[in-house]
């Protein structure tokens, strides 16, 4: 026994409480704990029957995910896992009830699967996500799962990693009782009413484990699942296989297929790149100067200026997270727009089945649109969300002075311009912050929250509390030029249209990225942005522009030619009405012609070049950043670019994508892309001297306990 393990006797039942905050993961020290616990109870003659529950706010999250990475390293031997745990449960003589609230989540199902009974709190949720970490369950649960819901229903939560809340896991068989009001009392009820009834093992129950002819339908669907929509991904295939192995083996047999599976899942980058981006996830939340009591404002109530695309889809991400909020803008024409737009994407979440038509009108009564500004005056938090140009935000924000109320958060979602030069145009810089959301706004999960000269500590801690509740994850980055995303963002496209300048087709370097794992290639981005959002942009900064300096040709040529994105039916590529994409002949003559003007003879290029110019000098660019110190940590880019820009979790984000190559190999090809391009590829100097080190990124970087 220790102390994340405690032990108490009710009456006849003995009570063993994992006490391993904040979340009860299974670490060195809790298994043996709950062994040891049940060895006492096994022991102690007035004992007749047993509850496994967890302190605080949580039965158990799962295995300690801290673990995984030493064993990989070779610092710890994986051994029997918790496997003999597992059996000492199952077989225990008095009868063990798992009482389950908040999560029990892979190893905690694992744990509460073994058990004899499980009951659970309603708003409970049990699940397998081991495959949101490249893994699957270790110890049992692709066994006895489908034991215990079918077949179909197990392949679906190991295959995804969704949980299922526990008045569903009791439909399903996998709850065998729902508790209302205190937990550890009706556990103790039920498991002492249980006490001397004959228990049904899990891992001999094989009824529902079905016939070779119902299951092949069953497999087919999911292998063709995994084939559709997790493409790259290794786990969800052998989360499947160990599944199939549960239907075709005996128990024994099937735990040992599972361990084999799962130590090849456990092995590869990708679960490595998953499992860095689930701690950079919660790093990143984490600021060394922003003391951890810093008062923060709730928001009761939001304002948005600008009806636009973005303006819509910041409301639509209030509205959804139930705070009330003014969209306001100055023309009834786009208000009416945006009312159309935000109904339209509500009732098409409805016809999907995502939420009811109920929760849509609620979600619709959250958003009051106005022409006025005086109805922002109420608002803990107005956000502009307007085109890029300057004179106007200072416009607004000047007026946002007069009118917000003291203490409200003033921020901006711009893209790329200055904070601070915003800031200075009200009397209350302290109070203003970026807070850049990415299109759509209330789908993508990333918010750069932009920290200005002078942005102050309470409406920092603020915004990140508020992100949170909004349900986005935020990264805090420094003011520059596009911030810590858009200033990488720039550099990849202007390479990408290099290429094609120089010989590439469009279809090759858009193929190039989404072989890589992106969600698109970067011509289609643009398309899906509008070709005219970059076009504006640089015509705002090209005063800026260094002399001498090559500059793409061709998307300026294509918004010449009226070729926006998808919005004008074509870009990069023709659309039709669906906005589905084809290569468009018309394209490449307007390429012949711009290689011609440029003098440049077409060459062969290979994929090779393709993926590596684009992702180095993501790199490149990301290494700069580093220093400047515009990004905290190499793991809050990777953090923006796999929540903002679709780079596939399984690389774990550019900066981590380069340290797994090695940041000498990489440093070697930018230095040869110098050579032959110029100086838009000089080396970074964080870049050389990590490389000259034997470094990486991320040895760099600080962690926050
Ligand atoms: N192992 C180790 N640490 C874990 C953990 C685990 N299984 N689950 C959570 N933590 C840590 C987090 O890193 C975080 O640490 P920090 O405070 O130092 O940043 C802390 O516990 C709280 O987690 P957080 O995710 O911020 O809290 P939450 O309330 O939003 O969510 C969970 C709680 C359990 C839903 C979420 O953490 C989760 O999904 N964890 C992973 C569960 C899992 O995948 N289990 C299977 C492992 S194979």
Same mark, same amino acid.
């Given at each position: 026994?220790?102390?994340?393990?405690?032990?108490?006797?009710?009456?006849?039942?003995?009570?063993?409480?994992?006490?391993?905050?904040?979340?009860?993961?299974?670490?060195?020290?809790?298994? %043996?704990?709950?062994?040891?616990?049940?060895?006492?109870?096994?022991?102690?003659?007035?004992?007749?029957?047993?509850?496994?529950?967890?302190?605080?706010?949580?039965?158990?999250?799962?295995?300690?995910?801290?673990?995984?990475?030493?064993?990989?390293?070779?610092?710890?031997?994986?051994?029997? /896992?918790?496997?003999?745990?597992?059996?000492?449960?199952?077989?225990?003589?008095?009868?063990?009830?798992?009482?389950?609230?908040?999560?029990?989540?892979?190893?905690?199902?694992?744990?509460?699967? *073994?058990?004899?009974?499980?009951?659970?709190?309603?708003?409970?949720?049990?699940?397998?996500?081991?495959?949101?970490?490249?893994?699957?369950?270790?110890?049992?649960?692709?066994?006895?799962?489908?034991?215990?819901?079918?077949?179909?229903?197990?392949?679906?939560?190991?295959?995804?990693?969704?949980?299922?809340?526990?008045?569903?896991?009791?439909?399903?068989?996998?709850?065998?009782?729902?508790?209302?009001?205190?937990?550890?009392?009706?556990?103790? +009820?039920?498991?002492?009413?249980?006490?001397?009834?004959?228990?049904?093992?899990?891992?001999?129950?094989?009824?529902?484990?079905?016939?070779?002819? @119902?299951?092949?339908?069953?497999?087919?669907? +999911?292998?063709?699942?995994?084939?559709?929509?997790?493409?790259?991904?290794?786990?969800?295939?052998?989360?499947?296989?160990?599944?199939?192995?549960?239907?075709?083996?005996?128990?024994?047999?099937?735990?040992?297929? %599972?361990?084999?599976?799962?130590?090849?899942?456990?092995?590869?980058?990708?679960?490595?790149?998953?499992?860095?981006?689930?701690?950079? %996830?919660?790093?990143?939340?984490?600021?060394?100067?922003?003391?951890?009591?810093?008062?923060?404002?709730?928001?009761?109530? *939001?304002?948005?200026?600008?009806?636009?695309?973005?303006?819509?889809?910041?409301?639509?991400?209030?509205?959804?997270?139930?705070?009330?909020?003014?969209?306001?803008?100055?023309?009834?024409?786009?208000?009416?727009?945006?009312?159309?737009?935000?109904?339209?994407?509500?009732?098409?979440?409805?016809?999907?089945?995502?939420?009811?038509?109920?929760?849509?009108?609620?979600?619709?009564?959250?958003?009051?649109?106005?022409?006025?500004?005086?109805?922002?005056?109420?608002?803990?938090?107005?956000?502009?969300?307007?085109?890029?140009?300057?004179?106007?935000?200072?416009?607004?924000?000047?007026?946002?002075?007069?009118?917000?109320?003291?203490?409200?958060?003033?921020?901006?979602?711009?893209?790329?311009?200055?904070?601070? #030069?915003?800031?200075?145009?009200?009397?209350?810089?302290?109070?203003?912050?970026?807070?850049?959301?990415?299109?759509?706004?209330?789908?993508?999960?990333?918010?750069?929250?932009?920290?200005?000269? @002078?942005?102050? &500590?309470? $409406?920092?801690? +603020?915004? &990140?509390?508020?992100?949170?509740?909004?349900?986005?994850?935020?990264?805090?980055?420094?003011?520059?030029? /596009?911030?810590?995303?858009?200033?990488?963002?720039?550099?990849?496209?202007?390479?990408?249209?290099?290429?094609?300048?120089?010989?590439?087709?469009? #279809?090759?370097?858009?193929?190039?990225?989404?072989?890589?794992?992106?969600?698109?290639?970067?011509?289609?981005?643009?398309?899906?942005?509008?070709?005219?959002?970059?076009?504006?942009?640089?015509?705002?900064?090209?005063?800026?522009?260094?002399?001498?300096?090559?500059?793409?040709?061709?998307?300026?040529?294509?918004?010449?030619?009226?070729?926006?994105?998808?919005?004008?039916?074509?870009?990069?590529?023709?659309?039709? #009405?669906?906005?589905?994409?084809?290569?468009?002949?018309?394209?490449?003559?307007?390429?012949?012609?711009?290689?011609?003007?440029?003098?440049? @003879?077409?060459?062969?290029?290979?994929?090779?070049?393709?993926?590596?110019?684009? &992702?180095?000098?993501?790199?490149?660019?990301?290494?700069?950043?580093?220093? #400047?110190?515009?990004?905290?940590?190499?793991?809050?880019?990777?953090?923006?670019?796999?929540?903002?820009?679709?780079?596939?979790?399984?690389?774990?984000?550019?900066?981590?994508?380069?340290?797994? $190559?090695?940041?000498?190999?990489?440093?070697?090809?930018?230095?040869?892309?110098? =050579?032959?391009?110029?100086?838009?590829?000089?080396?970074?100097?964080?870049?050389?001297?990590? =490389?000259?080190?034997?470094?990486?990124?991320?040895?760099?970087?600080?962690?926050?306990?």
């Amino acid at each position: 026994m220790n102390d994340l393990v405690l032990y108490y006797v009710d009456g006849d039942v003995a009570v063993i409480t994992v006490n391993n905050p904040p979340v009860n993961a299974l670490s060195p020290g809790v298994p %043996e704990g709950i062994a040891a616990c049940l060895q006492r109870a096994q022991q102690d003659d007035r004992v007749r029957a047993v509850v496994l529950i967890g302190a605080g706010r949580s039965f158990i999250a799962g295995a300690d995910i801290k673990e995984f990475g030493k064993i990989t390293s070779g610092s710890k031997a994986r051994g029997e /896992g918790l496997h003999p745990l597992l059996y000492a449960l199952e077989d225990s003589p008095k009868p063990v009830t798992a009482a389950i609230h908040g999560q029990a989540f892979g190893g905690g199902l694992e744990v509460a699967m *073994a058990c004899a009974y499980r009951v659970a709190v309603p708003e409970a949720r049990l699940g397998q996500p081991e495959v949101k970490l490249g893994l699957i369950p270790g110890a049992g649960g692709t066994q006895r799962l489908p034991r215990l819901v079918g077949v179909a229903k197990a392949i679906e939560m190991c295959q995804f990693g969704e949980p299922v809340s526990a008045s569903e896991a009791a439909r399903l068989g996998l709850v065998d009782q729902l508790v209302e009001g205190d937990l550890v009392t009706g556990a103790v +009820a039920f498991a002492r009413r249980m006490a001397d009834q004959p228990v049904n093992k899990v891992r001999q129950r094989d009824a529902l484990l079905g016939t070779p002819e @119902q299951n092949s339908p069953i497999f087919a669907r +999911a292998r063709e699942l995994a084939q559709t929509r997790q493409r790259d991904l290794i786990a969800p295939r052998a989360a499947i296989e160990a599944i199939e192995a549960a239907t075709k083996l005996p128990f024994y047999e099937g735990i040992q297929q %599972e361990a084999q599976l799962f130590e090849q899942c456990l092995f590869s980058s990708q679960s490595k790149a998953l499992i860095h981006v689930f701690f950079a %996830e919660r790093a990143a939340a984490k600021i060394p100067d922003l003391p951890k009591d810093t008062p923060v404002q709730p928001v009761q109530k *939001a304002g948005i200026v600008g009806a636009g695309t973005m303006g819509v889809g910041i409301a639509m991400t209030y509205a959804n997270a139930g705070i009330p909020v003014v969209l306001k803008d100055v023309s009834q024409q786009a208000l009416d727009r945006a009312l159309a737009a935000i109904q339209r994407q509500y009732a098409q979440s409805v016809a999907k089945g995502r939420f009811s038509q109920a929760v849509m009108e609620e979600r619709l009564g959250r958003i009051q649109l106005s022409l006025d500004d005086r109805d922002l005056e109420e608002a803990d938090i107005v956000v502009e969300a307007v085109f890029e140009n300057m004179a106007l935000k200072k416009e607004i924000f000047s007026r946002l002075d007069q009118i917000a109320k003291p203490g409200a958060i003033l921020a901006t979602n711009t893209s790329t311009l200055s904070i601070d #030069e915003i800031a200075a145009a009200t009397s209350r810089p302290h109070q203003v912050v970026g807070h850049h959301f990415f299109s759509p706004a209330h789908v993508m999960r990333l918010l750069e929250i932009v920290r200005g000269r @002078q942005t102050s &500590l309470p $409406v920092l801690a +603020a915004s &990140l509390a508020l992100a949170r509740r909004l349900g986005k994850v935020a990264v805090v980055v420094g003011n520059c030029r /596009g911030f810590v995303g858009n200033r990488m963002f720039g550099p990849y496209r202007r390479e990408a249209q290099f290429l094609i300048e120089e010989g590439a087709s469009v #279809e090759q370097v858009d193929r190039a990225m989404t072989e890589f794992g992106m969600a698109m290639g970067p011509l289609a981005v643009g398309d899906l942005a509008g070709l005219d959002v970059g076009w504006r942009i640089r015509r705002e900064f090209q005063h800026l522009d260094p002399p001498g300096v090559r500059k793409p040709l061709l998307e300026d040529r294509l918004v010449e030619k009226g070729r926006l994105g998808q919005k004008s039916g074509a870009g990069w590529y023709r659309y039709d #009405e669906n906005r589905k994409p084809y290569f468009d002949p018309a394209v490449d003559e307007i390429i012949d012609q711009v290689r011609r003007e440029a003098g440049i @003879q077409p060459r062969l290029i290979s994929q090779q070049e393709i993926t590596e110019r684009l &992702l180095y000098t993501l790199v490149n660019e990301g290494a700069r950043i580093l220093e #400047e110190k515009i990004a905290l940590r190499s793991s809050d880019i990777d953090i923006v670019y796999v929540y903002g820009y679709g780079f596939p979790a399984h690389r774990g984000g550019p900066m981590f994508y380069a340290d797994s $190559v090695g940041l000498s190999a990489v440093l070697e090809r930018v230095r040869e892309f110098h =050579a032959q391009h110029g100086s838009r590829w000089q080396p970074a100097p964080l870049l050389e001297r990590l =490389a000259g080190q034997g470094r990486g990124f991320s040895s760099i970087d600080t962690s926050i306990a």
